[in-house]
């Protein structure tokens, strides 16, 4: 069974520039939640999905967005990035919403805004 | 505020030994996750608990609710068992869950 897979999973932009990153969750996972890492903050929640709708959302600026598609892919854009937009973005999958549902996580795209 | 507080921060220890990382939150949850990072940034999940024990090879995850603390053990430990360990909480805020909230982390190095 192939397991969470992120696109691309290395990436350089510039300042004002968008971007759109991919995850495509294990076949049968309907939930998809994306996370940022950096050294500073550590991981933070940006947001949850679960049968193309928003079910959570961290506290992150409106610059962030999601969304996800009826096969449960997801992507999440950036727009107008910003140095400190620079991360290890991590999405993970699972089965059901509920609380209790074990997520497996992807290897992630590293972001580089120069 | 809805923290997760995790130590301690930084273990070196010998092959073998016995190995302890604690994790503590402030309010109620209704999951706790222990994840592993190797380098490389990808994380896996070990464990996820809302009550008592599991056990899967050599490491036990432990959680006491009226406590709000939570451990995760290794026995034996290995070389290969060098990571940073995470812990993960998702707590119970008005009428549902939120995504989860992190802990920052315990680097762990088992020296040969």
């Known amino acids: 069974k192939a397991g969470v897979t992120q696109t691309p999973r290395y990436l350089i932009k510039t300042r004002g520039q968008q971007v759109t990153l991919s995850c495509s969750p294990i076949?049968?996972?309907?939930?998809v939640s994306w996370y940022q890492q950096t050294p500073g903050q550590g991981l933070q929640f940006l947001f949850e999905?679960?049968?193309?709708?928003?079910?959570n959302k961290g506290n992150f600026p409106g610059r962030f967005s999601g969304r996800q598609f009826s096969n449960s892919r997801s992507e999440m854009n950036v727009s107008t990035l910003e140095l400190g937009d620079s991360a290890l973005y991590l999405c993970?999958?699972?089965?059901?919403?509920?609380?209790?549902?074990?997520?497996?996580f992807g290897q992630g795209t590293r972001l580089t805004v120069v | 505020k809805n923290e997760v507080e995790q130590s301690p921060q930084n273990l070196t220890a010998q092959e073998g030994e016995f190995i302890t990382i604690n994790c503590s939150y402030s309010v109620g949850i209704s999951a706790l996750h222990w994840l592993q990072q190797h380098p490389g940034g990808g994380i896996v999940s070990l464990f996820m608990?809302?009550?008592g024990k599991k056990k899967h090879g050599r490491l036990i995850a432990t959680i006491n609710i009226q406590e709000k603390h939570s451990s995760l053990h290794i026995t034996a430990s290995h070389p290969r068992d060098s990571a940073v360990y995470i812990c993960a909480v998702r707590f119970q805020t008005g009428g549902g869950a939120d995504g989860l909230t992190f802990g920052k982390g315990t680097h762990l190095i088992i020296q040969p």
């Open positions: 076949s049968g996972h309907r939930s």
């Open positions: 993970a999958s699972s089965f059901r919403d509920t609380e209790n549902t074990e997520a497996f």
């Open positions: 608990l809302s009550s």
């Open positions: 999905y679960f049968s193309e709708t928003q079910r």
